[in-house]
Every structure is written in structure tokens, then in C-alpha cells.
């Protein structure tokens, strides 16, 4: 009984911090085709994993690569610390380079596999987000993106399938990003499903270099 309750206690510490992220890290504009931009960024998470465990906090690095396909359309892929890794599709319904407002819709996969002694579990998440960005200025964006996320869980014992679920998150990110091709992003994210009694929030802070500037 020891043994099984020490091995969930890391799993879930494992979780934390190799959790598909729930960053944003770009406003309602696309780049434009042919443009590239690039986001590094540092998150702090804090939440709970399971709906009757205690919050934890951990931190996560991660990197966000975005290419313009279409004028309207940009492809984006991201991979986080511990494995996470998401790839995605934004395509912009209102404004351009040069309007101060930005809408955009699109659409994402995330995944991650953790696992500690005999215990492993998968998760894929697919999530719809809308971005939209005011830009009162050309150095200065303020954004926020409401999003939906469906989560798929599969959990593993030495290899044979333990149980699986899903779960339906909801929350959203609101941000600032300052610059032009070179800036600075911070953001604060916020989600939570049935069963939390504490959101899951996420502070993330970045240097973003590329765009159509």
C-alpha cells in the first residue's frame, strides 16, 4: 500500500511539471506568408492534479515556433520541458497587420507521457482557442484568448491499461506583448474542469523575436 501511494505521490509531481502547458504566447494577428516568429518562454504552474490532492507548483520551459502559410493562415508547433509538445492552426477572421483590433480562431493537439516505477499515463489534449488583440500602438499588443480543451487520459500499470477518461476544460489567457520584431511577452492563464476545487493557473513570461513587422 506504501509502495503504490509513494509511486501516485510521484506520478503526480511528474505531472505538474510535464503537463501539456496551457500557454498562449501569441496575440489575434497571423505573420503573413512566409514569416516566422519564435517565443521562448518560463512558466510557473500551480494547481492540482487529481480533484482530492493538494495544489503544487513547478516550473516549465518551453518553446513556441509559428510560420506564416497563408496571409491568413499560420501553423505553429510547441515543445515544452519533460517531453510536452502541441501542434496547431490559426486563422485570422478580422483585421491585418496594420489594424489596432485582431480576431483570430484556430485549433491545437498537445501531448505528454509521464511515468514513475511501474505507473505511466498519457494525455492528449485537443483545444479550441480564439485570440483576439488590441494594438494601440506598432510596439504594443494587449490579448486574451478564451479557450475550450479536451482532455484524454489513459493510465498505464506495468504496461497493461489501468483506465482512461475525459475531461472538459475551460479557461483563458490574457496577455501583453511589448516590441516589434524583438519583444517581451507575460501572460496569466487560468482553467478548470469538474472535480477542482482550485483553478489551474499559469504565469508565463518570454522573449518572442520574428513577425511581420
Same mark, same amino acid.
Given at each position: ?16 511539471? $510535464?503537463?501539456? =502547458? !496551457?500557454? &498562449? ?8 506568408? +512566409? /514569416?516566422?516568429?519564435? %517565443? ?60 489596432? $483590433?485582431?480576431? =483570430? !480562431?484556430? &485549433? ?8 514513475? +516505477? /511501474?505507473?505511466?499515463? %498519457? ?77 489551474? /493557473? ?12
Amino acid at each position: 500500500m506504501r509502495k503504490i501511494l509513494l509511486s501516485s505521490i510521484i506520478l503526480s509531481a511528474t505531472l505538474m511539471t $510535464g503537463c501539456v =502547458s !496551457f500557454s &498562449t504566447l501569441q496575440t489575434g494577428r497571423v505573420l503573413g506568408e +512566409g /514569416n516566422f516568429a519564435g %517565443t521562448l518562454a518560463l512558466s510557473s504552474i500551480n494547481g492540482q492534479i487529481l480533484s482530492d490532492s493538494a495544489s503544487n507548483t513547478a516550473p516549465m520551459l518551453e518553446f513556441q515556433g509559428s510560420y506564416g502559410i497563408t496571409e491568413k493562415l499560420d501553423g505553429f508547433i510547441k515543445i515544452g520541458m519533460l517531453g510536452t509538445s502541441s501542434i496547431g492552426a490559426k486563422y485570422q477572421l478580422l483585421g491585418d497587420d496594420e489594424s489596432k $483590433g485582431a480576431l =483570430s !480562431f484556430g &485549433t491545437s493537439i498537445g501531448n505528454v507521457s509521464v511515468s514513475a +516505477g /511501474n505507473y505511466e499515463t %498519457t494525455i492528449w489534449d485537443w483545444t479550441i482557442p480564439v485570440y483576439a488583440s488590441y494594438h494601440p500602438t506598432d510596439w504594443l499588443a494587449v490579448y486574451a484568448s478564451p479557450k475550450y480543451v479536451m482532455r484524454f487520459t489513459d493510465k498505464f500499470f506495468n504496461d497493461v491499461k489501468s483506465g482512461s477518461g475525459t475531461a472538459g476544460w475551460y479557461g483563458g489567457t490574457g496577455g501583453i506583448r511589448v516590441g516589434r520584431k524583438f519583444g517581451f511577452m507575460v501572460e496569466y492563464s487560468s482553467f478548470t474542469t469538474n472535480g477542482l476545487t482550485k483553478p489551474y /493557473n499559469q504565469v508565463s513570461a518570454g522573449l518572442t523575436y520574428g513577425g511581420n513587422w
